[in-house]
């Protein structure tokens, strides 16, 4: 917590612009949008960004590193209140152009606030006044006690604020801005910052200023005239006719901007910057806030910084050793025997493999991992040919060849009577398969957490441990290191592989009888063992089969689209009337509003033009031909880029074909997910993107087979809310687009024009997903008001949605979680949260998660049981990919027809006998030589 200390004249006051931050975090920082909690999905990025730099900033001001600035002995961060101020009661249309803060991002602002707090920090706002004005108002009271102030911060409309005593400071480009850097920037000093922006006007905050004056030639005319009202009162001498007409014409709107970009500094401010004197630092409170975060790697420095202990393992009933002790490295065969013969005693194996890569089938096999019961674990390191691993030492010691110990293991992997446990056992099943070794049966802790804790929190090892062993495991950067000083996992000493390896055995195997209660007590063993668990050896096949991608067709496409980017990069170049870096965010946007003086120009909080897809799609439809060219030219660029390029060096070297790596424990409602490479965020919705898919290709004599079930959601949805008009167009197979919007906008079902089916189908589909009045109107370009209507008239017609809706929020608060049809929780711990935005978050996936969940599940039926039937058919296809609600296949040509009629009819019979549908699945397999043919 912040104490009293008097400011004075040794004192140093930090004021951060935290409104500022939130948004810069937000926009500017790479993944930032993407980052999320795994305990919930709850979005993350801009609270990980600002902690961050909070700490940062915290750090090397206590450690006395901040010399250009000094240390603070004074700190707070301040926020704005609301959007409405006094300043829209002196202009109506201040900041009336600022679009809507982005919803991941308004339910992050309570958190970030939480998060000063954690910092034990104080946290400034006030209603009616921006955080500016409260910082100008705190700044002058700091000057006047004779205190030296730092606002943190880059916005230029702090400029106005500094003084020989205050100066401003920019963290994330690390740079001090002082009245010479002022100077340098904008050719005047602070004291003129106001008239100068009076005259610039300001498109972000709607300021009207005057037409046509920069900032270069508000500065020359400041210069030259000295003040605002002297530049007006004599502005019928100036020469150049339009500057003079401008300045005539638009003088009181001069004026009104110099009022509105005018700081208070004399706000009712309820705190005395005394309290905000900075406290001895308060280690625990903030590692508690950046654990509920899984801030993972501020957790551990601020631990370190406050000298705190790793958690303490919590003693259970079946930790016969502590975790981490008395582990034993295997570089005898009798050591190896040994240990299989204690696996048949006790009936259980924990297996781990140690590689050399994250994928899996790039990966080179270092290292066993192997533990009998709690605290009996053991780490065998493998020689492969020749070479060996640096033994710390003791390189005397021999070693056991890869062969001989696999061939000691094969026996005991595969006996019926052995319990194998491991930990997302779907990777090491891929590695060991290609030395010809399997292991079953077997139980997968990273599921058996899925299954059983789904929403709740991550489902990796370390958190495992942490949350239900109170143990933190050995990170791996500890033993291989990080950047110069990184090494290969079989270059690690031997003492230090052995602690690390054995004791990820060692946890997996204690894990396992914590959470095979779990899933006893809670009645979740069914969906484990007849959904998750079977689908790990299908998704070991599908990874190490791959796909085959044709080169030539991906580097003909890249040619074609480098030449057409061409053609709209010199396109553009022409509409501009000038050559500009066509790639430069901040180069656009001088074209379009600076030269071109385009309306709608919008401006971030670090100054420069907002070139966004909307604004660049909104001036495209306006007819603006060099937003036309760039947005052509930016979506072939991304194309080239992510997918054309890039899948050519993600072909495996030995197999020609792309083996990506299917996540099964990553999302909160049971779908897969898929990395190095991401398959399924091809773009398909436009003819470019529809193009790389035709890379995809079946080998000579072969052809792909794609199934894809057709709007499985919206039927799922008719089923599950009990929608008698969904559930008879999809029974009679009736047009269901078609269906609604005749509903909605009460027309024959054979009159329904193009644009009410195109409205009724955004809805349907957006409606699972909880689509605002606000997304509906940007997804299909029309007033937000006529969106609303259009969502309260589909609710009016299909009032069994909305009862389905609000039926499933309350029972997700009675509860705490949802079900899919299987019996598949999603857990949502915020639903009864205090903070609204964070409640509706968890509103919106309580209402999504049955529906999504129940496919994703019907999804993995089908793909369990697709391989088995095939192959008692006596075909070869094998299953590829699984992208969304289709599966792709590779089978010869003669078995094509054979082949589509079975998958169909086992992708349609998926949920028989567990749950039987009022609405048929309907299911289109089609053959051809590439999967775009194909689909």
Known sequence: MPQDTPLGPDSRLYLVDGSAYIFRAYHGMANAQALTRKLDGLPIGAVHVFCNMLWKLLSDAHNDAVEHMGTPTHFAVVFDKSSYTFRNDLYAEYKANRSETPEDLLVQIPLIKEATCAFGLPCLEQEGYEADDIMATHARLAEERGAETVIVSSDKDLTQLVTDRTIMFDPMKNKVIDEEAIRERYGVGPSQMIELQALMGDTSDNVPGVPGIGPKTAAQLLEEFGTLDALLDGAEGIKQKKRRENLIEHAEAARLSRELVTLRRDVPVPEDPDSFGLA???HEKLVSFLEE????????RVREAGGMAAPEAKKTEDTAEPIGEGYEA???????EAIIADAYETGLLAVDTETDSLNAMRARLVGICLATSPGKAAYVPLLHGSGGLDLGGESETPQLKTEDVLEALRPVLTDPSVLKIGQNLKYDLVVLAQHDVDIFPYDDTMLMSYAAECGLGGHGM?????RHLGHEPIP??????????????????????TDYAAEDADVTLRLHTVLRDKLIEDGLVTIYETVERPLVPVIRDMEAAGIKVDREVLSRLSGDFAQRMGAHEE???EAAGERFNIGSPKQIGDILFDKLGLPGGKKTKTGAWATGADLLEDLAAQGVEVAREILNWRQLSKL????TDALVSAIHPETGRVHTSFSLAQTVTGRLSSSDPNLQNIPIRTEEGRKIRQAFVAEPGNVLVAADYSQIELRLLAHIADIPELKRAFQEGIDVHALTASEMFETEIDQVSGDQRRSAKMINFGIIYGISAYGLANRLGIERERAADYIKGYFKKFPGIRAYMDDTVEGAREHGYVETLFGRRSHTPNIKSKQGNMRAFAERQAINAPIQGTAADVVKRAMIRVPDALRKEGLR???????????????????AEATCALVARIMEDAARPAVDFSVPLAVEAKAAGNWEAAH
Not at 293 to 300: K, V, Y
Not at 884 to 893: A, G, I, Q, R, T
């Open 280 to 282: 001895p630092f308060d």
């Open 293 to 300: 975060m899984e801030f993972n790697t501020l957790t551990r």
């Open 330 to 336: 295997v570089t005898e065969m009798a050591a190896l």
């Open 462 to 466: 370390d958190e495992l441990s942490k």
């Open 476 to 497: 791996y950067s500890k033993v291989a290191g990080t950047g110069r000083n990184k090494r290969t996992f079989d270059e690690v000493p031997i003492k230090e592989a």
């Open 571 to 573: 396109a553009a170049y």
């Open 640 to 643: 080239k880029s992510t997918y």
């Open 877 to 895: 296809a094998k299953m590829l990919l699984q992208v969304h609600d289709e599966l792709v296949f590779e089978c010869p040509e003669a078995e």
